[in-house]
């Protein structure tokens, strides 16, 4: 069964102090790996999507990385505002789409 | 460049009500996807709708649930004889074509709360 497995769940770091966000997976035949950010009361802001092991994609602070099993996002020199709860999702093989839970980051200032 | 567009954003009904999510895509978008996030859980794809087809509709409950996207006008997921276990907040996504490289737009939500 497909299932993705996000950690840690909650995530509490100071301005500044980089760190890296893991996203396991187990699909059948991957389609794509994509990352949302979502903040509270709100709906799942599109970050990045990833195809294929080695791919890399950056965004300001942020930068997305894949291999055959895992996905890290990582912060480097966080920010306030970068406090969300970041969301990973595969796309299988049928073109499911599959949610982690999430990793809740609070970056303190 | 308006974005994907959910309405109610709030809705709260009364167990054995009706109720109706609206969702409309962005501009240019033909496929419409709905999930259900309940509290500390992740998204749950329910149903995957393209203008007047349902192509996936594996996550939806076999009852009381029911979607359609019609040739004019929003998409519309609609919840029959609601009750409490159906309170969480329910998204839309759209994308311009499905298939394999397409990335999906979410919209704000609609969080229903069942009394």
């Known amino acids: 069964e497909d299932q993705v497995t996000q950690s840690p769940e909650a995530l509490r770091l100071q301005e500044g102090e980089s760190s890296s966000l893991n996203c396991s997976y187990t699909?059948?035949?991957?389609?794509?790996l994509f990352w949302y950010r979502q903040d509270p009361g709100k709906g799942p802001e599109f970050l990045f999507t990833?195809?294929?092991a080695g791919e890399e994609k950056e965004k300001e602070r942020l930068k997305a990385t894949l291999t055959k099993k895992e996905s890290f996002l990582h912060i480097t020199a966080p920010k306030p505002e970068d406090s969300a709860t970041y969301l990973c999702?595969?796309?299988?093989?049928?073109?499911?789409?599959?949610f982690g839970k999430g990793t809740r980051l609070h970056i303190l200032p | 460049n308006a974005g994907v567009m959910q309405n109610p954003r709030h809705l709260v009904r009364r167990r054995g009500q009706e109720a109706r999510l609206r969702c409309s895509p962005m501009?240019?978008?033909?496929?419409v996807y709905w999930y259900r996030q309940l509290p500390e859980e992740g998204l749950k794809f329910m149903v995957y709708l393209q203008k007047e087809n349902i192509i996936d509709e594996s996550g939806m409950p076999k009852e009381r649930f029911s979607a359609e996207f019609p040739k004019e006008g929003p998409s519309i997921l609609r919840i029959q004889q609601v009750v409490r276990g159906d309170s969480a907040a329910y998204f839309c996504?759209?994308?311009?074509?499905?298939?394999?490289?397409?990335?999906?737009?979410f919209g704000p939500g609609t969080r229903l709360t069942v009394l």
């Open positions: 996504a759209s994308s311009r074509q499905g298939g394999a490289t397409d990335t999906q737009y």
């Open positions: 990833l195809y294929s």
């Open positions: 699909v059948s035949g991957l389609r794509g």
């Open positions: 999702a595969v796309k299988d093989r049928d073109d499911k789409i599959i």
């Open positions: 501009k240019g978008h033909s496929h």
